[in-house]
């Protein structure tokens, strides 16, 4: 997912919103689903031509990762839009208001998708790493999961929350910083995420393993920082391009450093052209992506993502024996979009619009 942050609007520094970032949302969406269902089939030895033709058309063409498809093409595309999306907010924010207001966006709808997840591999439904025990679900819902050894991640894609959760926590320290000066929260990431490759060892379990992950991701986030801010005139151009050059370079330092993270070697090259599409897509602007059904999709993108393995898996793992896999698959996604739009309507959009009423009722009371 969101996962970048669900429903903030991606503006640039004129307010006008870019309608292209909804239709990449989507994308993105669809590239992880692609992915971990083309990956249940492989692992449970059913053949998927549509996934060998996405193999020999586009990942084996354009040197992407295989038989994993497509997957740092969705997660890479999630990371890049929430770092150029919260960004963006941060300027017209205080911290505090910034990180609660992401915690409020982010926590309650994944607390719903853990504790599903959680029920579903207690009762042999899905699979987890670890057979999980009670104590295992705060620690998913706190995020600790990866960091605290012999735990059972009930839903591993979690993961990418665990790096946003931290770009966030950098972006509040920083704020006051990146008001005054915004060329200095860039060039003071690039110092942090080197100094944490040297001292956070490349393997191992957790702890390291989980702040390993973290650190390896983060540059492709401060990628996402700094396109916002050289788009909104913030930071000059070429600033922009040298630092953005250097956090790739350490993305690629973290890659040859671990035989862990990132879990695939493509992933370098497959972030370049992700950036590139991104950059494109900030200045997609047509009926299509203007098109209501897109905006809507967009915003669902979190919940979808939050939901396609829980939902998902089970069906198929029930449906396909008997009915074959294409007919599991139609009733797999059909039970994801129902999941994702009674998530997004009843728990995500309901908590973000009572937090931010609550916040207009302060300001009224306190002026």
């Known amino acids: 997912m969101t996962t970048t942050t669900p429903d903030v609007r ?19 969406a ?20 549509v996934g060998k033709a996405v193999d020999g058309l586009v990942s084996g063409p354009l040197h992407l990762y295989r038989p994993i498809t497509l997957f740092g093409v969705g997660v890479g595309t999630f990371l890049l839009v929430s770092g150029m999306v919260v960004t963006h907010v941060a300027f017209r924010e205080t911290s505090g208001q910034f990180m609660v207001r992401r915690v409020v966006r982010l926590l309650p709808a994944m607390w719903v998708a853990v504790a599903l997840a959680w029920v579903l591999v207690e009762n042999g439904l899905l699979t ?19 960091f605290v050894p012999a735990t059972s991640s009930v839903l591993a894609i979690t993961w990418t929350l665990v790096v946003q959760m931290f770009f966030y926590l950098y972006v509040a320290g920083t704020m006051p910083l990146l008001k005054r000066w915004p060329w200095l929260p860039p060039a ?4 942090l995420v080197s100094v944490l490759l040297a001292v956070v060892p490349a393997n191992g379990g957790p702890p390291s393993n989980g702040f390993r992950m973290v650190v390896t991701f ?49 992933f370098p090259r497959q972030l370049v052209i992700l950036v590139l599409v991104v950059l ?41 024996p008997t009915t074959g896999f294409w007919v599991a698959l139609v009733v ?9 739009e009674l998530l997004y309507r009843f728990v995500e959009n309901p908590i973000a619009r009572w937090f ?12």
Request: proline residues 8%; aromatic residues 8%.
């Open 30 to 49: 669809l590239a992880v689903i692609f992915t971990h269902y083309a990956n249940w089939l492989r692992l449970n030895g059913h053949d998927f031509p």
């Open 128 to 146: 987890a790493n670890l057979p999980p025990d009670l104590d295992d679900l705060p620690l998913n819902m706190a995020l600790l999961n990866l």
């Open 280 to 320: 494109l897509a900030t200045r997609l602007d047509n009926p299509l992506v203007r098109k209501p059904w897109v905006g809507a999709a967009a915003k669902r993108t979190y919940a979808t993502y939050l939901l396609h393995i829980p939902l998902g898996f089970p069906v198929l793992e029930l449906l396909t």
């Open 188 to 191: 003071m990431s690039v110092a």
């Open 10 to 28: 991606a503006t640039t520094s004129t307010n006008k919103y870019m309608h292209g970032l909804d239709l990449v949302r989507i994308l993105a």
């Open 218 to 266: 983060l540059p492709v986030l401060f990628i996402g920082q700094l396109i916002t801010l050289v788009r909104a005139g913030r930071i000059p151009a070429a600033a922009g391009v040298v630092c953005g050059t250097v956090q790739f370079l350490l993305f690629i330092r973290a890659d040859l450093g671990s035989q862990v993270w990132p879990p695939e070697d493509e």
């Open 356 to 367: 931010r009423e609550r916040e207009r009722q302060k300001v009224k009371t306190n002026p």
């Open 332 to 340: 797999a996604l059909a039970a994801v979009a129902v999941g994702s």
